[in-house]
């Protein structure tokens, strides 16, 4: 086997003895890369370079429909490029970055500015999201038309909800127009002024403002039925509560374009972790309770949830160090992502891939060169995880320049091994190779 | 003890201890010359971020009667306004050589989140709506001594007002139950927490019902900015529903005693003047405010030989 500094070089790179799985099921064979593209599947490939993948799987690449990378604007807690090595590390060759910048994504010159830094760290596709309305202010719309001509398909002002429901009305039948997709931050902030932590019993007795559930629920209502009434396709960010789900189900049952996601610390944490008074913690939406972690997880197995998204958000160590209602909401996702779906889904290995890739790269509008089955001609975008090894998580070993991961000290079980973003290694053995 | 951040980390033997504690220090209060070396060489420093008129006095009279240093810090002269963090801050007090925090903050958790910071012992003096502990010692400590008993079984404690952005409420539930007594919470649901199914609690709102009963009536300061949120329409409603007038005061069962944690709202919670009844104990909860700090800090910073060293040097 060769070692990880000769394959990033160009030639026939060709994946050793691993099983490919995607939506056909599983496969052992072997895949051979050159050019960008994937060029030839089978047994016993020879190449330039040989990169061992026994005992792994090969997927196409992860999609993270919800990144925050905090560039332009906050680059004391990540940058793009430093964003896009935890994605490589995590397995992710498309990132969508979340709007919510300084200045915000609500222009042309800003969402090339993010794509531009994307490439130049090259290590996975940045894919911009644009704000639903200038300035996220929620007052009036974003030049949506002119950031879809700009190749933007996916719009959020995520970080808030559109409150107002005629502009949110307004915003789903000009979408609808461009042929591009709203998503949604559901949060009626009225009732979650001040709110701190899931409103439960620990609330209650740690006398923290709580956030209730129905804040969520109402918007959730809200825009499935302005979509079944301008026929807007919705996708919905990071739902954490049981009746989210069934609103969605129902949803979808109707027939209705909507879609939505969860996030890996939704599935697997609820709020009594906030006993700890641990801001890392605290996240918007908040943890939830057992009850709704178990239907988020029934979501995702019968296909109501269609991706898996790690809302990462990363904050510097001063910010976390204020008080639980003075510090940001926001956890570190990308490199724990894979680990922690592995261990809290009980899904096969062809639906794990379909949420964390052939689903988010359709939502993100990827899919020509994201999210594709490992065949002849498709881009090489594609992740090597060994799915059994376990593994200590480790703040100081995360290629985030943040440090607020929830899971410190925490074993997973699951690991990627290798990334490949468009045919060039960006990950080997674990290590980002740039 | 290593800290005192919520009577249930404190637990049914920590409050017991204190209370027990706080006797001896009373004895010493009575003195013609109220003091004793026992904490001499110890500094106290007090991080005060929220106003407080009785709780910061009481603490620093308590430390300087036990001998402490004090040192005080002042939100508004300290480097906080130029934008210190209080990691920072709790650090650089760490490094000048204290052995005790008394914290109080608006923000619940503060008191934990110092204790990662400092090798210091941490005395929570109110966090948000969580926890007043000492607040709690004090109420405790008042009804034993002005009923004469140890222990609370039988009693039903009834507290009335804005329980759900109480820290007192919610260190005195604990603490009250703890000792056996049976806790009545009365207000509107918009003053209550969520869900307080898992307190050892009955619940009612209104408060004619269950003056019959109550043996300890703990009026609540009700905050006026609780109108603006919509927690109760204005205060004159209020009064008349949870107001202590005299006609209510007819109602408790001979032997009630009446308790605030002050400041009072004169007109609002309260529509009778306290000091003209006899079975009033809010002066007594002030006076022993003082004995109750004293315990806490000899027990965090005295060491191993607590009480009989107490002894020794009171003798």
């Known amino acids: ?18 099983t490919i799985v995607d939506s056909r099921g599983e496969q052992r064979l072997d895949v051979a890369m050159e050019n960008g593209v994937v060029k030839e599947v089978g047994v016993a490939l020879r190449g330039d370079r040989m990169v061992d993948a ?43 970055a979340m709007p919510n910048t300084d200045p915000p994504q609500d222009s042309v010159a800003v969402i090339d500015f993010v794509r531009e830094q994307g490439k130049r760290a090259g290590l996975l596709e940045v894919v911009p999201s644009g704000c639903i309305t200038l300035g996220r202010q929620g007052e009036a719309l974003a030049p949506l038309a002119e950031l879809a001509a700009a190749g933007v398909r996916l719009f959020t002002d995520d970080g808030s909800g559109v409150q107002n429901e005629l502009l949110m009305r307004r915003a789903m039948e000009y979408a609808r127009g461009l042929g591009v997709t709203l998503a949604q931050h559901c949060e009626v902030t009225s009732l979650t002024k001040g709110a701190v932590m899931n409103e439960c019993q620990c609330c209650t007795s740690l006398g923290l403002p709580g956030w209730p559930s129905i804040a969520e629920e109402l918007m959730v209502f809200r825009d499935i039925e302005l979509a079944r009434l301008t026929g807007a396709r919705v996708h919905f960010l990071h739902l954490s509560t049981a009746r989210s789900v069934e609103l969605v189900r129902a ?36 943890l939830r309770s057992l009850g709704d972690i178990a239907a988020l997880r029934a979501g995702v197995r019968d296909g109501t949830i269609d991706a898996l998204a790690t809302d990462h958000a990363p904050h510097p160590r001063r910010d976390k160090e204020l008080s639980l209602d003075q510090a940001p909401p926001g956890m570190l996702g990308l490199e724990t992502a894979l680990g922690v779906a592995l261990g809290v889904l009980d899904v096969d290995l062809v639906h794990l891939v379909r949420i964390m890739s052939t689903q988010p790269a359709a939502i ?39 440090r607020n991961t929830p899971y ?6 699951g690991k990627v091994r290798h990334t490949f973003f468009d045919g060039v290694a960006t990950v080997l053995d674990g290590d980002a190779q740039r | 003890m290593k800290h005192l951040r919520s009577i249930d980390e404190l637990g049914h033997d920590g409050v017991v201890r204190l209370l027990e504690l706080t006797t001896h220090m009373v ?56 934008g210190e963090s209080l990691r920072d801050t709790v650090e650089t007090i760490t490094d000048m050589g204290v052995d005790a925090f008394v914290v109080r903050h608006k923000s619940t958790g503060i008191p934990w989140q110092i204790s990662d910071w400092t090798d210091a012992c941490v005395v929570n003096a109110g966090d948000g709506w969580h926890q007043h502990p000492t607040q709690a010692l004090v109420d405790c400590f008042t009804v034993r001594q002005a009923l ?17 952005h109480s820290r007192v409420a919610r260190s005195n539930i604990s603490a009250f139950s703890m000792l056996g007594a049976n806790v009545v919470l009365v207000a509107p649901p918009t003053l209550l927490p969520p869900d307080v199914s ?106 191993e030989s607590s009480a009989s060293h107490l002894s020794q040097e009171a003798s």
């Open chain 2, 148 to 164: 004469g008993r140890d222990r609370f079984d039988g009693l039903t404690l009834t507290i009335v007002g804005d329980i759900k």
């Open chain 2, 27 to 82: 004895e010493i209060n009575s003195r013609p010359v109220p003091k004793v070396p026992a904490l001499r060489g110890r500094t106290v420093a007090s991080l005060f971020f929220e106003d407080s008129t009785r709780t910061r006095l009481s603490f620093e009279t308590a430390a300087k009667r036990l001998s402490a240093d004090t040192m005080t810090f002042s939100v508004s002269t300290s480097s906080v306004n130029k």
């Open chain 1, 251 to 286: 949803a979808k049952r109707d027939g209705l374009p909507i879609t939505a996601e969860v996030t890996p610390h939704h599935l697997s944490l609820d709020d009594t972790r906030l006993t700890s008074f641990d801001t890392v913690f605290k996240v918007n939406p908040p």
């Open chain 1, 54 to 96: 026994r005992g792994c799987f090969v997927a196409p690449g992860f999609v993270d429909l919800h990144a925050h990378l905090r560039e332009p604007g906050k680059e004391e807690a990540e940058t793009i490029e430093t964003g896009s090595r935890a994605g490589a590390k995590g397995g992710y060759t498309a990132l969508v």
């Open chain 2, 198 to 303: 898992h307190w050892p609690v009955e619940v009612s709102h209104r408060l004619d019902e269950v003056l019959h009963r109550t043996d300890i009536l703990y009026m609540l300061r009700l905050q006026s900015e609780r109108m603006s949120q919509g927690h109760v329409p204005n205060l004159r409603e209020y009064a008349e529903a949870f107001g202590l007038d005299a006609r209510r005061v007819g109602m408790l069962p001979s032997g009630a005693v009446l308790m605030h944690p002050g400041p009072m709202n004169r007109g609002v919670e309260m529509l009778i003047d306290p000091s003209t009844l006899t079975n009033s104990l809010i002066h007594q909860q002030v006076s022993n405010g003082v004995s109750v700090r004293m315990a806490v800090l000899f027990d965090l910073l005295a060491g």
């Open chain 1, 1 to 18: 086997m060769t070692r990880p500094a000769e394959v990033s070089a160009v030639g026939r790179v060709v994946l050793k003895d691993g």
């Open chain 1, 364 to 402: 993100a509008g990827i899919s020509d060169r994201h999210g594709r089955d490992i065949e002849v001609g498709v881009p090489a975008n594609v992740v090597v995880f060994d799915p059994d090894v376990s593994w200590t998580v480790s703040p100081d070993s995360l290629a985030s320049k943040s």
């Open chain 1, 408 to 413: 410190v000290g925490m074993t997973l079980r």
